[in-house]
């Protein structure tokens, strides 16, 4: 079935929809994935760069934990302890450049950053420093402690040992009370010449020199100046974020609006969309049922005219037909009736044996004949009486035609085949003009049989919906199709010379057209069928 | 009628995809991958050497030819090698090296063996790492008298080098790849399995019972207070003449003789010097920053003396010598001629 305009457009546009949300839903996920990489990463850098806070804080305390160590007199970690610092010093450098940090933020963070680095660095020089001071003092210690059996008995063992106790508490703890100590017995010592005790003093003086010193290095190493730089710069940086959070919050807030305003949109849309086509679609199928009812009242009414155009013509030639035969008629009716009284004459003055008297019974004939003609004439030209139309059965005007021509049908030996099923169908009519009809077709299918070898005449009514058929069939040949179409045409008959006026079907026709029906031959039967149509009452 | 229609669905759709992605809150982002906390055994003040580092042979290669290339310094005589025996401990045998036009260092030449695990770079400590160390001796005018433009130069039009670094690196020669270069050379330059490391890892025979003695000694002492860690030093500073004043004993003055002074000004790091590795001590004299002690003995008196404040008896210090013999290691892998690929 080929597609109207209107389908096609429709499907043009059908497919401009499908194409344009396709390309929507491929943008839509190619920006999702950005943005959300984009948030993605953004989570990351920010997660990334509070470990590495966290991180360096913790590296921090392990600088400190360190130092400890190496301070309690454990065995030498320094290798642990360089590795923390480098640790620290690439960490500095490091938590140098925060994610996404505010103009307004960018200034306080950069100081309390620089002042991060700054105690870091201290500490980690301090750091180094401490290493160099705790060896001295771990290895001064060391040597008092080694050289400590060569003094047992001496006079100066006492001595020795109180220095070496009170260097160990000194060592331990750098108070001024401890430094007060020892420097006492270092004094006390002092006073004994022996070279071995030089040397005694000599370490003892760096050990007080350089536990001093090394508790000044603590002092730095533990002022938790570090901490505290790192505590501003988590906080500035942090509290940066929070804030930043909280205005992307109001901003995801009014996405989600939107967001949820568009989904509306877009289903409201495509239900809207839905709908119309639906619509659409309706309205084209209504719209060709419509157009091929039209189209079929169309061709009726088409055809009505032309029957009606037909019937004008005909009605018209008829009428112009009946009145010159109604003035042919009248004026030969005088004339016939002075022939008809003077062979009448004629044959009454002859006696009856005279060939005359056949001659005058000739004319009788014949004036009788032309008679006839000129009444089927006057009848055809009459326009017909105006009586009003009558409810009557199909089967009365059936029977009151049979009753003219049942005789003379029993005479000749043909078979009537009476069909009364549709008899009770009734019909608006002029009863006698029906019947007149009726006759016609009758007397024309007696003559039809006349010659043939079976003879029958068959006549039924049936109702076609609001019509009712009247139709006489006989067992005579059909009608050449030369001449069906002549066969309505007043004055044309297949009959002998001198038997049919040629006025039967014509007349009929007439009638039945003036009653609202139609009298056709039936192409369909094998023999011949005439129908009348009437409409039903 | 129709216009509105199409660009509805985009219009709507542009709307939701910003608010999509907002919802993928903070999905599971990765922290960084920082290195774990080192828990150093504190029961040991040493450890064995590490394997060396797994880099890659073509890069170690060109390092190798970059270290060995004279055409590198002012003059085109003087390579890394020149200095750097790579066939002696990793440095030459004279007190102050030799640069480019004969003139003299002002320190004596540390080895490069083992020096990725130094923790700072120099006698002074002046360089952070090796990366930092390189441009040192380049741009000296005693000792390489060389720029890195120079250098670049000569790489990029030496259509050799200009082959490789295109291969290995991709790119033209630049300071930061021959950096790398050199730098994944030095530090593949372990020297492993020493007598002393099979003997931390449980081979107690690995030591003679001469240098068991010396070992112990060494501890009690307290050298190991200051030569400790995994390259047995190389991981403090310390003041020289604790307990003696070398400068004065020595006579003479040498330029590096400032020590950490020259690099921080601070009165306090004064003589004060990277303490060395100890490790292949035995293949690197003379010694000291100033080379001007010819012995190993000599060197183990005067550290006694002038750190410990001890007189070392002649025992002691032949059983401490023979504990250093024992920490001479293997030649790096790198330098053997199947790893080598040139």
């Given at each position: 079935m080929p597609r109207t305009f209107g389908e096609k457009r429709m499907i043009r546009s059908n497919r401009l929809n499908l194409l344009v949300a396709i390309a929507c839903v491929i943008i839509a996920i190619v920006l999702t994935v950005v943005l959300v990489k984009g948030v993605i990463s953004h989570a990351e850098e920010h997660t990334s760069y509070v470990t590495a806070l966290e991180y360096a804080d913790t590296i921090d305390n392990e600088v400190e934990n360190e130092v400890l160590l190496a301070r309690a007199f454990l065995l030498p970690n320094y290798d642990k302890l360089a590795t923390s610092s480098r640790e620290a010093g690439l960490l500095c450098a490091r938590l140098a450049t925060p994610p996404d940090v505010r103009q307004q933020a960018r200034d306080p963070f950069r100081e309390a950053h620089q002042r991060y680095c700054r105690e870091i660095d201290a500490k980690l020089a301090a750091v180094e420093r401490f290493k160099v001071k705790n060896a001295v003092v771990r290895n001064s210690l060391k040597y008092l402690g080694t050289i400590e059996e060569t003094f047992r008995g001496l006079p100066y063992d006492l001595g020795f040992q109180h220095l070496y106790s009170d260097l160990l508490a000194y060592s331990l703890d750098a108070s001024a009370d401890n430094y007060a100590e020892a420097q006492h017995h270092v004094r006390q010592l002092g006073h004994s010449p022996p070279p071995a005790i030089q040397t005694v003093l000599q370490h003892a003086r760096l050990v007080l020199f350089a536990v001093r010193e090394r508790s000044d290095i603590e002092k730095t190493i533990f002022s938790g100046n570090s901490d505290k730089a790192m505590r501003s710069m988590r906080e500035i940086y942090l509290r940066e974020y929070r804030d930043q959070e909280s205005i992307a919050f109001l901003y995801r807030l009014c996405l989600f609006s939107l967001t949820f305003l568009a989904v509306a949109l877009l289903l409201a849309l495509f239900l809207h969309l839905h709908s119309t086509k639906e619509k659409l679609a309706a309205l084209n199928e209504s719209l060709e049922s419509r157009v091929a009812q039209r189209t079929a009242e169309l061709r009726e009414a088409l055809s009505e005219l032309e029957n009606k155009q037909t019937q004008l013509l005909h009605a018209s030639k008829m009428s112009a037909l009946g009145e010159m035969a109604g003035g042919i008629a009248h004026e030969i009716n005088s004339p016939l009736a002075a022939i008809s009284l003077n062979a009448e004459i004629i044959e009454g003055a002859l006696p009856a044996d005279s060939p005359v008297v056949a001659s005058a019974r000739t004319i009788l004939s014949t004036v009788t004949r032309i008679s006839k003609i000129i009444t089927g004439l006057r009848r055809f030209a009459r326009s017909g009486p105006k009586d009003p139309p009558v409810r009557v059965s199909a089967g009365s005007i059936i029977a009151d035609s049979l009753s003219f021509c049942g005789e003379k049908m029993k005479n000749s030996f043909i078979d009537l085949q009476r069909d009364t099923t549709g008899d009770a169908e009734e019909v608006l009519c002029q009863p006698e003009q029906m019947t007149q009809v009726l006759l016609n077709l009758l007397n024309n299918a007696v003559d039809a049989v006349s010659k043939a070898e079976k003879k029958w005449v068959r006549v039924r009514a049936e109702r076609r919906e609001n019509k009712i058929r009247l139709s006489v069939e006989d067992s005579g040949p059909p009608i050449p199709s030369a001449i069906r179409e002549k066969i309505m045409q007043p004055f044309f008959t297949t009959k002998e010379a001198g038997k049919g006026t040629g006025l039967g079907l014509s007349i009929s026709h007439g009638i039945v057209a003036a009653h609202g029906g139609k009298l056709w031959l039936d192409p369909q039967s094998a023999h011949t069928r005439f129908v009348v149509e009437l409409p039903a009452a | 009628m129709r216009f509105p229609r199409q660009i509805l669905p985009v219009a709507a759709t542009l709307l939701l995809i910003p608010g999509t992605g907002c919802y993928m809150q903070h999905a599971n982002a990765l922290g960084p991958n920082l290195p774990k906390a080192n828990i150093a055994s504190i029961d040991s003040a040493f450890a064995p050497l590490p394997d060396a580092p797994n880099e890659p042979p073509e890069k170690v290669a060109l390092g190798l030819a970059l270290f060995r290339e004279k055409r590198l310094s002012g003059d085109r005589t003087i390579a890394c090698a020149s200095c750097h025996d790579l066939n002696a401990g990793?440095?030459?045998?004279?007190?102050l090296s030799r640069g480019v036009r004969g003139q003299t260092g002002g320190a004596n030449t540390p080895t490069v063996f083992n020096s990725s695990l130094n923790f700072r770079q120099f006698w002074d400590g002046r360089a952070a790492d090796l990366a930092d160390q390189i441009t040192g001796p380049l741009t000296d005018p005693k000792e390489m008298a060389s720029g890195w433009d120079q250098v670049l130069q000569f790489l990029r039009e030496s259509p050799e080098y200009r082959d490789r670094f295109r291969q290995i690196f991709g790119e033209e020669p630049s300071r930061a790849n021959v950096t790398e270069a050199l730098v994944s050379f030095e530090n593949s330059l372990l020297t492993p399995n020493s007598p002393f490391d099979r003997f931390l890892q449980g081979e107690t025979h690995a030591l003679a019972p001469q240098q068991r003695r010396g070992y112990q000694k060494f501890r009690a002492f307290g050298?190991?207070?200051?030569?400790?860690g995994v390259n047995v030093g190389g991981n403090m500073y310390q003041s020289l003449g604790?307990?003696?004043d070398y400068f004065h004993d020595r006579g003479g003055s040498f330029p590096s003789d400032e020590g950490r002074f020259r690099v921080t000004g601070n009165p306090v790091d004064r003589h004060v010097f990277r303490v060395p590795s100890l490790r292949n001590v035995a293949l690197?004299?003379?010694?000291f920053h100033d080379g001007q002690v010819a012995t190993l003995e000599q060197a183990v008196r005067n550290m006694a003396k002038y750190q410990l404040g001890r007189k070392l008896s002649g025992e002691d210090t032949a059983d401490i010598v023979a504990f250093l013999h024992s920490l001479t290691g293997e030649r790096?892998?790198?330098?053997e001629p199947s790893g080598k690929k040139e």
């Open positions: - | 990793g440095s030459d045998h004279v007190a050298c190991v207070a200051c030569h400790q604790l307990l003696g690197t004299a003379p010694y790096p892998k790198c330098l």
